[in-house]
């Protein structure tokens, strides 16, 4: 085709890019398709099925005729289940009027970010930060500001640096806890210490990502919405993907003040309308019940988190931190760059993760996508034979290198 008869995009187009979670696994697929034998470790996925007793639901529901439009904010049962799991997890009080259940959490942070930031409002973003906020905010016109983490510190901000990134310009502060990429935790402490800040600066909302609260190996989770000085600007994002492992099911939800609710339902209405009846009806089941299988995953990514640990630690040139919670290590890899394998030198983490794709045959994620060049993100949601066998490949990849 010719540059005249290519399609004339929207210049919005341009101020994003595809993810790189999802580039790098269609790259890894391209060469399992060649018949490579491909170790998948760059997907924020669990390896589990989805637990029998909410598959179960699903299939009732169907049974029962639940195959029709939902209400746009979620079925009424599914709010109130939603509602209850907040005051029994969490201790946060809301109402149904202040929920909306979406198709992923990441739907959820869009539509906030399309109901909150103006063109030109700040956005503080703790780098290293999951891929998607970024591009959130550019994709709303918004100024993304980011505050920069050390492995040293565990990958959290404190509350000076917070302090110093507001201005009058910042509209929203968005971050995860636990972290994707890093499995970092926010204590209560530090979460109060932060709250302290936002309680000093009115303008300033919150967007706390908690989409990975059940994969926590250090206690109980904390909400940065149980602050009360704070907490009707604070927009509590879940869902059902991480700890129940229904990344497929698609759903979602928030909880906010009702009119950040309202304005989140009054876009959904405009681009997606409610998310599928069967889902809704497998996720009240879900967030009903108790945690067992929940906590059974999360004790085997624990053993995982564990072998990683031993194996990644016993390459040289990898600093890597103990993370608390998720299921994914990231270290700094920069030891390698300046290398080169074959007259093709390694420039940086991309560089890296091509090369450790094309001769481990092992995918992983460049800490470019985020905000971190550093460093490389690998997932252990994969078995204990894959990782060993993976931790081997990289480890003979590296000393390769010269």
Known sequence: MSESNKP????????????????????????????????????GEPDFDTPEYIKDAAKSALDQGYTKYTPVSGLPELKAAIVKKFKRDNHLEFGLNQIVVSTGAKHSIMNVMHAM????????????????????????????????????????????????????????????????????????????????????NPHVYVISDEIYEHINYIGAHHSIAQFEAIKDRVITINGLSKGFAMTGWRLGYLAAHPDIAFACEKIQGQFTSGANAMTQKAAVTALGDDLTET?????????????????????DGLIINEPEGAFYVYPDVSAYFGKSFEGKRIENA?????????????TMVSGAAFGTPNYVRISYAASIDDLTEACKRIKNALEELT
């Not at 906590?295 to 390459?315: N, P, S, T």
């Open 295 to 315: 906590y059974v995953m999360r004790d085997a990514f624990l053993k995982r988190r564990a072998l990683m640990l031993e194996e990644l630690g016993k390459i």
């Open 8 to 43: 004339k995009l929207a210049n919005r187009m341009a101020l994003f890019s595809e993810s790189q979670t999802i580039a790098m696994a269609k790259a890894g697929r391209a060469l399992a398709e060649q018949g490579k034998p491909i170790i998948n470790l760059s997907f």
């Open 117 to 200: 930031v103006n063109p030109g409002d700040e956005v503080i973003i703790p780098a290293p930060y999951w891929v998607s906020y970024n591009d959130m905010v550019k994709f709303v016109a918004g100024a993304p500001v980011y505050i920069k983490t050390t492995i040293q510190d565990d990958f959290k901000i404190s509350a000076a640096q917070l302090e110093q990134a507001i201005t009058a310009k910042t509209k929203i502060f968005i971050f995860s806890s636990p972290s994707n990429p890093t499995g970092s935790i926010y204590s209560k402490e530090e979460l109060a210490a932060l709250a302290e800040v936002f309680a000093r």
């Open 350 to 362: 991309t560089d890296l993760c091509f090369y450790l794709l094309n001769h481990a045959y092992v």
